[in-house]
């Protein structure tokens, strides 16, 4: 019988040894030589994957979108999916998703971080990067503009700026949390977050 | 007579040069080389001021505080200072301090942000930061508790929490300004967080 590779299954291996090493050095220190250590391969081998340096940060991005994207459509404590619940339940989750609220959510965060910051002077990495933001920002208004049509958005509020200062907010809460968690602790981030949609939502329950 | 050396005079020519090259090539990439060659000095004369990369660094972010304390105490135009103003003026004044809207205050926000990339990983960057950081955040919450005195914040908001979220709102705002331009030029930043401060201070006047 020929020798079959489970790509896939290889790939996710690989997956969940990069994951490690940010977590456990920060994505400044996760090096393909770190990577080998965890994962037992040899440096030659993950060569393939990571011929540089930048491949293993996109690797990791790639990884960081998934599992944000998994989070995002996850079941609620019910089982039900997040399109049976209402647009402010719905923007809530999303964006309550991009925060570094745990272990998982932070390395995304940390990976985000990095990617951003080196984005600045690589045209690539920024294009791949803009993709994700676009779809993030799109899916936004989309719900805020659901959200106008129902008459529950702030009177008189333009759902584009809402979307685009929502999403500001966001990523500056996300950095406070990631820069300084001692000031910005997860339950404070939700708390300023949930302050933010009570006013974008008047008198919406956010919980359901 | 003792052949004297203004070294304010040094540090400030020195500085220019740094500032000049950030803004041509990127804090990434402002080397003490690169330096040395703007301003003209040689790498020697140059490791007296910066021993390190990092020392570099720190003496652009001391430059971008520097920068942004001068534009924050600026007069208005009309010869007024900042603090003979309302509180709703003063906080939009300090915090479009803060945005990237022009040439300067885009290499402060530069700078700013590799700042903290490299405070994450780096105690004594993150000490210094923090510093700045600190005292903004405790004028802001100052303004914030003398509307709340006036009757001029939003009923029923908390200075703290109205302080963090505009925090993060600016800071997500000037990384969207940084990282996509193209998507949140200076006009937009400026617009949204007036939006937000329209609702900080409800029917106030920002302008006066």
């Known amino acids: 019988m020929p020798k079959l590779v489970d790509h896939e299954a290889r790939r996710r291996e690989l997956a969940q040894a990069v994951w490690r090493v940010v977590q456990r050095d920060g994505v400044e220190r996760a090096s393909v030589r770190a990577v080998a250590a965890e994962s037992g391969w040899s440096a030659g081998a993950l060569r393939h994957y990571f011929p540089t340096q930048d491949a293993l940060l996109h690797f990791a991005m790639d990884l960081a979108a998934e599992k944000f994207t998994e989070r ?7 089982g039900v999916p997040p399109q ?26 940390e990976v985000w971080m990095a990617f951003v910051t080196r984005a600045r002077v690589d045209p690539v990495l920024r294009a791949a990067g803009r ?3 676009e779809l993030i920002a799109e899916w936004l208004l989309d719900r805020l503009r659901d959200a106008a049509e129902e008459g529950i958005l702030r009177t008189g509020a333009d759902p584009v ?7 500001a907010l966001t990523d500056g809460l996300a950095l406070h949390g990631l820069i300084t968690p001692e000031a910005m602790p997860p339950e404070l981030m939700v708390q300023l977050l949930e302050d933010h949609l009570r006013e974008v939502f008047p008198g919406r329950d956010l919980s359901t």
Chains 1, 2 share one sequence.
Request: glycine share 2%; proline share 5%.
């Open 72 to 78: 995002a459509r996850a079941l609620d404590e019910h």
């Open 84 to 109: 049976e619940h209402s647009a402010p339940w719905r923007v809530r989750r999303l964006l309550t998703t991009l925060l570094p609220l745990d272990a998982d959510s932070k390395v995304s965060a």
């Open 131 to 133: 993709k994700g933001d």
């Open 161 to 167: 700026r809402e979307a685009l200062r929502l999403l």
